[in-house]
């Protein structure tokens, strides 16, 4: 049972949620905090893909938590692997009895008054049952819910799509008994999903296409990282997992940064890696060139080179081309070619979803998003003792989602040692919105608008740097000119 007064509450219980719940009680032990999840299990990301070669896409020497170190030696990790690492995480910090499952947050509401939220939360038994409403009031609420719907994915629609009389398959939903040996699977898609998805299931003997309608960018490296060997072998493991996690994030700012000073220059270093993988397939080479700068959109990963060994070897095929159409048997493409499939698997990326859906307001005044200044990209400009984890764009999630638990224990710690109960980000008049745009996949320029702005000065900026955001942070403190604390603790009337 939810205790219903609560210091912090915690609203999704992923990675984000799991490492803030972790890191709080470790800097504040007497915490009155939970974790509410709206699904019926732990784990976010790492539970809800199932796909066949699911895996990270970041390292995970910096996707993992810096207060307990990823000690393997290779680059990425499967999502078994993952979702090992946080079922331990919980076990071994005893967040059980903090973690509540199937409790949806659908709203919350700040009272001045009272200096707390006022949450809405439906608590499920199960598929039959109906929710049941409760509230639950919290003096600070933390959402880390991520950025994208949990209960479905971005789908397009074509023409013809019922006729189909295969099997439609969604990377988000993948069915468990779903058998594909033998198969024609087209993957329509070229992101990560797409370029994990093809040689996972080249591998169980389908027979794959990968349908795109333009290239994307695929970084090929070994999946075996000889430096964290090294380390590893001759160092303590938290020593060395430390270590590790420091080098990988200076080399994730360093890639970027110098993509985008050089962006010709990383384009070739690029296609090269793809060009040494398709070895006697250089007529492929052009289905892996974009027109875009790297980085523009997130580059994939490609382990080992397994999508090009799977070309390469004739157990997969690429085409870049639009659908015109769906037929019974497959897809009519613009070029005019038949595309048989018994198998059709939309891997077409995402549909975002700012706080997990919750609506906010504040003493009855709703808090539109898309009008309201972010705060060093984790507050919100006028809402008072609330939080948000968000991720890098091209660095591993979690070292921009720490900075902003970092920053929630210092705002607590703060209005601890005040005796004031409130914090609230003060955008200036003259503050105006930031309109570059150094991120444009489809799934972001789709739903941005869904979504706070950034602004153009100070601590309104999004932070764009792994290396120096924590330094900043640090030096700025909690009085950094734009947080407001106020609302003392009434004295108690004798």
């Known amino acids: 049972m939810v205790s219903e007064r609560l210091d912090v509450l915690i609203v999704g219980a992923g990675l984000s949620g ?19 999840e709206a699904r019926e299990a732990l784990g976010g990301t790492w539970d809800v893909f199932r796909y066949p070669g699911m895996r990270s896409d970041s390292d995970m020497h910096t996707l993992g938590y810096r207060f307990r170190a990823w000690t393997g030696s290779g680059r990425t990790a499967s999502g078994d692997e993952i979702r ?45 049952e109906q929710p049941l409403r409760r509230t639950v009031r919290t003096r600070f609420l933390y959402a880390c819910t991520g950025y994208y719907r949990m209960d479905q994915g971005h789908r397009p629609a074509w023409e013809g799509e019922h006729a189909f009389t295969g099997t439609w398959v969604h990377p988000q939903h993948w069915p468990a008994a779903l058998e594909v040996s033998g ?11 797409a370029v994990t998805l093809v040689p996972a299931l080249a591998a169980r003997g389908a027979r794959v296409t990968m349908l795109q309608r333009s290239p994307s960018y695929v970084d090929v490296r070994s999946q075996q990282d000889p430096v ?19 080098l990988h994030a200076a080399r994730q700012v360093l890639v970027h940064r110098l993509s985008r000073l050089w962006p010709e220059t990383a384009r070739r270093h690029l296609l090269r ?6 070895g006697p ?35 997969a095929e690429v085409i870049t081309d ?71 764009t091209h660095a591993s999630w979690t070292l921009r989602a720490e900075l902003a638990t970092d920053q929630v224990v210092r705002v607590l710690r703060h209005l601890t040692r005040t005796g004031l109960r409130q914090c609230t980000p003060r955008a200036p008049a003259d503050l105006r919105t930031d309109r570059r745009l150094d991120f444009t996949p489809g799934y972001v320029l789709r739903n941005l608008h869904c979504f706070p702005k950034a602004g153009d000065q100070g601590p309104w900026r999004t932070p764009d740097n792994a290396l120096l955001d924590r330094w900043r942070l640090r030096l700025a403190g909690v009085d950094d000119g734009a947080l407001v604390f106020d609302n003392p603790t009434p004295r108690t009337s004798r």
Do not use: K
Not at 183 to 193: C, E, K, P
Not at 230 to 241: E, I, T, V
Not at 303 to 310: E, I, K, R, V
Not at 333 to 347: E, K, M, N, Q
């Open 281 to 315: 397939r250089q007529d492929l080479l052009p289905h892996f060139t974009p027109s875009y700068r790297p980085w523009d959109q997130r580059v994939c990963l490609a382990p080992d080179g397994d999508l090009f060994t799977a070309l390469r070897e004739g157990r």
């Open 322 to 392: 639009r659908i015109a159409c769906v037929r019974p048997d497959g897809l009519e493409l613009a070029s005019g070619r038949h595309l048989p499939a018994d198998i059709l698997v939309t891997a077409t990326g995402l549909d975002l979803l700012a706080l997990g859906g919750m609506s906010l307001t504040v003493d009855g005044t709703p808090v539109v998003l898309r009008r309201t200044f972010s705060h060093r990209g984790m507050m919100l400009a006028g809402v008072p003792n609330f939080a948000y984890a968000f991720g890098y």
């Open 228 to 246: 964290a060997r090294a380390l590893l072998n001759g160092l303590p493991p938290r020593m060395a997992g430390t270590l590790l996690r420091h």
């Open 183 to 193: 198969r024609r699977v087209v993957v329509i898609g070229s992101g990560a999903t």
């Open 84 to 128: 090992r690492y946080l079922q331990d995480t919980v076990a071994e910090h005893d967040l059980t009895r903090h973690i509540h499952l199937r409790h949806r947050v659908v709203a919350a509401h700040w009272h001045t008054d009272e200096a707390c939220w006022h949450v809405e939360v439906e608590v499920s038994g199960g598929d039959d």
């Open 273 to 278: 890696g793809v060009s040494r993988a398709l």
């Open 18 to 36: 799991i490492g803030a719940a972790a890191e709080i009680l470790r800097a504040l032990p007497t915490t009155r905090l939970a974790v509410l």
